[in-house]
Each structure stands twice: as structure tokens, then as C-alpha cells.
């Protein structure tokens, strides 16, 4: 069922999507530019990272986990929805985080999340799934990107794009897109 879909066999699909190529090269990810210590605040935003809003600079922010200083859950837990095998753990964007609490109708553009996906040992990080605000109105979804990878070495690009209709057809019935409740 779908729900299987999203427990990450969606590796089906990998195959025809090209999961190598979409990378721009080197030099295009300043929140990451000197940032040896693989820590995540940025210089971007000052405190921070934004969330990329393209494969090519999300999936390497995946990788190197610049989402870890946002707030997040304290450990895996079991998905209230189809994400993950065994759990999940959600890092809410600053933006939304702040926006879920002062219960905001539209989450301001730049708000978003990071899913952690795992496996069934309930250890092993299996992807991310993905949700960043593209602008301040919503239009329906469509100004909303999603992306859905394979963690790896090289993290595989699933899925992605603005107005996912996979996404968004579940995603509606939460306050502007988000279904997670506050942290
Ligand atoms: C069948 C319903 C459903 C579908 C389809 C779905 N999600 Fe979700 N998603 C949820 C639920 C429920 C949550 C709440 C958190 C949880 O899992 O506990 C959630 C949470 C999230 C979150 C954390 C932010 C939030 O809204 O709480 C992200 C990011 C996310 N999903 C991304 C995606 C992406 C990307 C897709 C498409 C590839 C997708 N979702 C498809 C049900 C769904």
C-alpha cells in the first residue's frame, strides 16, 4: 500500500531517476564553504542553515547534516504517518518551528523539515524526507518543495520537486502543508 511506498521502497523508482548527475560541482553550498567541523550553524542566516530548495544543494546538506542544530525530536519514534520503516526524526526549520508555535495560518517562505527516515532496527538511518517553503503564500501546495532520498555515501535523489502531488495529497489536511504537530 502507500504506506509501503514510503517505508523507502520507493528504491523501485531509483533506477529511472538518475541519482548521479544532478550535482552542479563544486563550490555552489557557502552554508557548507570552511565548515571542516561538519558543524551546521552557517553564516547564511547567522544562526541557522536554510533549507536548500534544489536537489543539487539539499542532497549534499543531507549528507553532511547541516540540519542538526534545529530544533528536533529527542530520538526516533514511531511515524504517525508512512514515513520510515520503524521511525522517524523530525529537525523542524527555525522558521517553522517558530511559526507552528505563534500557530500561524501560512508558514512564512523559508520555513520547512527534515524527516529522518530509519529502518527497522530503529538505528540504521535509511533517507530523509523533505518539505521547504518556496514562498510567503502557499497556491495551493505549489509553493511548497518536497524531496524524498536514500541515505548513502552519495545520498539518491527519490523524488522531488514543488507541488509534489504524492506529498501534497496527504500533506493538505495539515495547517499549510505541515502535519506534525508543534514541538
Ligand atoms: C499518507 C500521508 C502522507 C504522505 C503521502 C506524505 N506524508 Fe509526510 N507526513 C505525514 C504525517 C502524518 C506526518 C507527521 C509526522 C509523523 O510522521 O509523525 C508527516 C511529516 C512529514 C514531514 C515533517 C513535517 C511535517 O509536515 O510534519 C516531512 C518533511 C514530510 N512529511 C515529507 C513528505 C514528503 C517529501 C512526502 C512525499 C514524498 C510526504 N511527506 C508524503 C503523512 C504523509
Known sequence: MRA??????????????MPTGFGTGTG?????????????????TGKYAPLPTDASKLLPFLRDENYRDYPH?????????PH???????????K?????????FEHPSGA???????????????????????????DGGANWYWLEALDGATPTLVD???GLGICINCHASGDDYVLGAPL
Open 28 to 44: 555552489d553550498t557557502p552554508s557548507r564553504a570552511g565548515n571542516e567541523s561538519g558543524t551546521t550553524v552557517t553564516e547564511a
Open 160 to 162: 522531488e520537486g514543488p
Open 84 to 94: 520510515g520503516v520503524a521511525g522517524v526524526r523530525r529537525y523542524v526549520q527555525p
Open 96 to 104: 517553522l518551528a517558530s511559526s507552528q508555535s505563534a500557530q500561524t
Open 112 to 138: 520547512g523539515a527534515v524527516l529522518e527516515l530509519y529502518a527497522a532496527d530503529g538505528a540504521t538511518r535509511i533517507g530523509w524526507a523533505v518539505s521547504v517553503k518556496l514562498a510567503a503564500l502557499s
Open 4 to 17: 509501503a511506498f514510503f517505508a523507502l521502497p520507493l528504491v523501485g523508482l531509483v533506477g529511472c531517476l
Open 73 to 81: 525530536d529527542e530520538g526516533v519514534r514511531p511515524s504517525s504517518g
